[in-house]
């Protein structure tokens, strides 16, 4: 029996670390695998650009796995462990290239002007600022893609949930409202109705719902008296929360 239940809890463990490797780290691979290409890629084009010669470009750390070398000298390289990656260029004591090893010394002259140390602070600079910039461009491309295809996220002021006994609750406001306009003001979106309450805690405010095509108004004061003192105390809060958003598709110049 005991030799069964150990069976059965190993099964269960595999069955959980599979699910982990598939749900969770394959997809962090992947993703970590491709910002280390475009990282390093940036590098690597401008380091060529600036005639320094890339002896290594690894996608990975630790024994090579695969790879091959191209026409200019470049071996490009899959590794053992997928977590980062480096460009190694011409003359670089470690994949850093923060400083030179020692060999440059007997390097000839036209090798010497291959390696990353001898060309000027600007174009170092250059070398080093491609990578976290070909990342940039990165997101942006990603993004502007996502808001061409699927759209830009924007919250309507249809309220998804009421808190209980907060003010909207007490008001009657119910999950499916439209909120409309606060004091005459119209609203576009759920961030807009926020700085519209923040502008106006401490003071008595109109709000204009739609409810199944119905308009409906409310009045609210965004504060509380208090019993002792009588003074006013500020209620920050309606109590509602937002529903789904709605994507807006953008054209990608936009």
Do not use: C
């Not at 990282?39 to 996608?59: C, D, M, P, Q």
């Not at 008001?171 to 119209?186: H, M, R, T």
């Not at 003192?229 to 994507?247: D, S, V």
């Amino acid at each position: 029996m005991l030799t069964f239940s150990y069976h059965i809890l190993s099964l269960k463990i595999g069955a959980w670390l599979v699910n982990w490797v598939i749900d969770y780290f394959v997809p962090f691979v992947v993703v970590l695998t491709v910002l280390v290409f475009i990282h390093e890629l940036g590098h690597f084009l401008i380091a060529r650009r600036n005639k320094v010669k890339v002896t290594t470009f690894s996608i990975g750390f630790g024994p090579e796995l695969f790879g091959w070398t191209d026409s200019q000298g470049t071996r490009w390289r899959f590794s053992l462990v997928p977590l980062g990656g480096y460009v190694k260029m011409l003359g670089d004591a470690d994949a850093s290239s923060a400083r030179a090893d020692e060999s440059i010394q007997d390097f000839s002259e036209e090798e010497k002007q291959q390696t990353l140390h001898s060309k000027t602070p600007l174009q170092r600079i250059a070398v080093s600022v491609a990578g976290p910039a070909a990342n940039y461009l990165l997101a942006i491309v990603i993004l502007t893609g996502l808001i061409a295809v699927k759209g830009m996220p924007v919250m309507p002021t249809t309220v998804g949930k009421v808190e209980p006994d907060m003010l909207a609750h007490q008001a009657g406001i119910i999950a499916g409202d439209k909120i409309q306009k606060i004091n005459e003001s119209p609203i576009a979106d759920f961030d807009q109705l926020r700085a519209m309450i923040k502008e106006n805690i401490g003071k008595d405010v109109k709000v204009e719902i739609n409810r199944n095509g119905e308009v409906l108004y409310k009045n609210f004061s965004l504060y509380k008296i208090n019993a002792v003192t009588g003074e006013k105390e500020p209620i920050t809060k309606l109590g509602i929360a937002p529903g789904e958003p709605l994507y807006i598709k953008q054209n990608p110049l936009t």
